[in-house]
């Protein structure tokens, strides 16, 4: 124990990352994590950022599903200590590097200690290498789901008009302000009929978190339900690339454009990451 505490504080010392780590997240699946995760990547990549984007999210609609990948190996790998994060990394569309999933990632609290080294190991790697890493979350509250959400610096939190969806963003959003003060929580309402309905979302969602928890999140902006989004997953492409003239292209690439100028004021890439990601899995509380 004392031996992993020591490790766990080498690694942090050690750090010298720079990349803002982003996590996508939603109270409920099925509300454009993925497909928000994936897009919004490859239109800050085309914005002249280095990005990577890392699955953690198991659903049927993966990133490597979407982007038509199919990769030798994955996260597995380093979790198991068999392949480092670089070794991993495979290209994606519109120059995103991608780290492909695995089902192990689904049972992060129950992984032994050198196995959850492994990962935060390859995180680290992942930030000396990158200006943004996008973490594409499972959704819940669960603490296997919530471990990257806590530990990002920023949380892109997608929600839908939809009242369950709405309900659950919520959920997600005082489950993070109970482990998490300061983390920047931006919204992003997907599948919106228009400008008023997300606005009307946002409204809410903005105005219910302030009166119950105190806590402010912002407003990143919509992305409108667009049949386009469905016909580039049958493509097996991304939808910015596919059809970058429609509208929820447009609305991606505005809200990529907003991320990479909506610098948080604190210091990124000081390692809180590592040590909150630790913390939340019951790891070297000491270190
Ligand atoms: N803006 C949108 N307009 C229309 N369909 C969308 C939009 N965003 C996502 N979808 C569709 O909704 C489904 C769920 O999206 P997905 O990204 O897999 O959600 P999650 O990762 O949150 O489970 C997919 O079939 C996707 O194509
Ligand atoms: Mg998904």
């Known amino acids: 124990m004392a031996d992993q505490a020591q490790r766990l504080r080498d690694f942090v010392r050690k750090g010298q990352g720079r990349a803002r780590i982003i996590a996508v997240t939603s109270g409920k699946g099925g509300v454009g994590k993925t497909s928000t995760s994936v897009?919004?990547?490859?239109?800050?990549?085309?914005?002249g950022s280095r990005v990577a984007l890392l699955d953690a999210d198991l659903g049927l609609a993966n990133v490597e599903v979407l982007l038509g990948l199919n990769s030798?190996?994955?996260?597995?790998?380093?979790?198991?200590?068999?392949?480092?994060?670089?070794?991993i990394l495979v290209?994606?569309?519109?120059?995103?590097?991608?780290?492909?999933?695995s089902s192990?990632?689904?049972?992060?609290?129950?992984?032994?200690?050198?196995?959850?080294?492994?990962?935060?190991t390859g995180l680290q790697e992942l930030q000396g290498r990158f200006d943004f890493i996008i973490i594409d979350t499972m959704a819940g509250i669960g603490l296997n789901a919530v471990a990257f959400v806590v530990a990002?610096?920023?949380?892109?939190?997608?929600?839908?008009?939809?009242?369950?969806?709405?309900?659950d963003a919520y959920a997600m959003v005082k489950t993070i302000h109970a482990r998490r003060k300061?983390?920047?929580?931006?919204?992003?309402?997907?599948?919106?009929?228009n400008q008023k309905q997300a606005n009307a979302v946002s409204t809410k969602l903005t105005s219910v978190t302030h009166q119950y928890l105190?806590?402010?999140?912002?407003?990143?902006?919509?992305?409108?339900?667009?049949?386009?989004?469905?016909?580039?997953?049958m493509q097996g492409t991304p939808f910015?690339?596919?059809?970058?003239?429609v509208p929820a292209s447009k609305s991606i690439e505005d809200i990529a454009e907003r991320l990479i100028n909506q610098k948080p004021t604190g210091e990124t890439g000081d390692m809180g990451f590592f040590r909150r990601f630790a913390q939340t899995l019951g790891l070297a509380s000491n270190a």
């Not at 990002?152 to 309900?167: K, R």
């Not at 999140?217 to 049949?227: E, H, W």
């Open 72 to 87: 030798l190996y994955n996260l597995q790998h380093v979790i198991d200590g068999e392949k480092t994060m670089s070794q």
């Open 91 to 101: 290209d994606g569309p519109g120059g995103i590097s991608v780290v492909p999933g």
């Open 152 to 167: 990002a610096d920023e949380v892109l939190l997608v929600a839908t008009p939809e009242p369950p969806s709405m309900l």
């Open 182 to 193: 300061d983390a920047v929580i931006r919204l992003m309402v997907n599948m919106a009929l």
């Open 39 to 47: 897009n919004l990547a490859i239109a800050m990549a085309q914005r």
């Open 214 to 233: 105190g806590r402010r999140i912002s407003y990143l902006g919509f992305v409108p339900r667009d049949p386009h989004v469905s016909q580039a997953v």
């Open 104 to 120: 192990g990632l689904a049972k992060l609290a129950d992984l032994n200690d050198n196995a959850r080294q492994n990962v935060m």
């Open 240 to 245: 910015v690339i596919r059809y970058p003239q």
